[in-house]
């Protein structure tokens, strides 16, 4: 939300959103020195926040460095520093949106490292997974190193960004699976209810992309739409909109939205 306007809080609290959950994200260019991270982490934990407030929006946000400006790792260790001094800030869930872009070894690197931080500090972890080609390596990359650490319980851990090939693979493990609607890429509304026709509405969720690029804010809400038009129940929907990121959520204390 820090790439959007207020019209955008405007329009989700008109659609019956109850809150925003604001990954730290690529902002469509490179940052060049984790000062501008510090800055971008007091945005999501301090301005932020009080934007939404305006609109009766809780705001809640993830910190870490996204895996598309991981390849430099002098970078990601200092901007990894810098992180735990933010981790009390009241609106911080956990550690995300982390994970992998082309697969690197540098990526996987700073992967570990921010798994590593989260085990730690007992967080919980949002992970982005890579685009078209890439995603089912990647993917697979990704539960290995989480399952690898036997720290980390797979049930805090929702991988996002999962598409027909990799749902599976996501939800075998035990983890959480997040599906991202965007107008061009990723999950569309139609391809999303597909998914959860096949594969269940247990363990997973829906997300609206809201970046700087082609993105729209009220992608769940038409996506509930479409499923009302598909016959799907109120509470079916209810549950997968609502209730089920409210459970994987409220594994955090700082979540304190009502009870569905």
Not at 51 to 73: T, V, Y
Not at 196 to 224: F, H, Q, R
Request: negative net charge; aromatic residues 8%; hydrophobic residues 40%.
């Amino acid at each position: 939300m820090v790439s959007r306007t207020t019209d955008d809080y405007v329009h989700m609290v008109t659609a019956g959103c109850q809150a925003v959950c604001e990954p730290a994200f690529w902002a469509g260019f490179d940052r060049s020195s984790a000062h501008g991270f510090y800055d971008y982490f007091c945005q999501l934990t301090e301005h932020e926040p009080k934007r939404a407030a305006k609109f009766g929006l809780p705001h809640f946000s993830w910190l870490c460095i996204n895996p598309k400006e991981s390849e430099d790792l002098k970078l990601a260790d200092d901007v990894l520093a810098i992180i735990p001094k933010f981790l009390d800030r009241p609106n911080v869930l956990g550690i995300g949106e982390i994970g992998l872009n082309k697969n690197s070894r540098n990526e996987i690197k700073v992967l570990e490292k921010h798994v590593n931080l989260a085990a730690e500090h007992n967080q919980l972890i949002l992970v982005h997974t890579p685009h078209l080609e890439d995603k089912l390596k990647g993917t697979r990359l990704i539960v290995d190193i989480i399952k690898s650490d036997k720290r980390i319980q797979p049930h805090r851990v929702i991988i996002d960004h999962v598409e027909e090939h990799t749902i599976k693979l996501v939800l075998d493990a035990g983890l959480w699976a997040g599906m991202t609607l965007y107008p061009e890429s990723k999950c569309s509304p139609a391809r999303a209810i597909d998914i959860v026709e096949v594969y269940g509405n247990e363990n997973i969720w829906m997300n609206c992309a809201c970046d700087w690029g082609v993105s729209d804010p009220l992608a769940v809400p038409k996506t509930m739409l479409e499923m009302r038009k598909r016959g799907h129940s109120a509470q079916a929907i209810d549950k997968l909109v609502y209730q089920n990121p409210f459970k994987f959520l409220s594994q955090c204390p700082k979540f304190n939205l009502p009870a569905p």
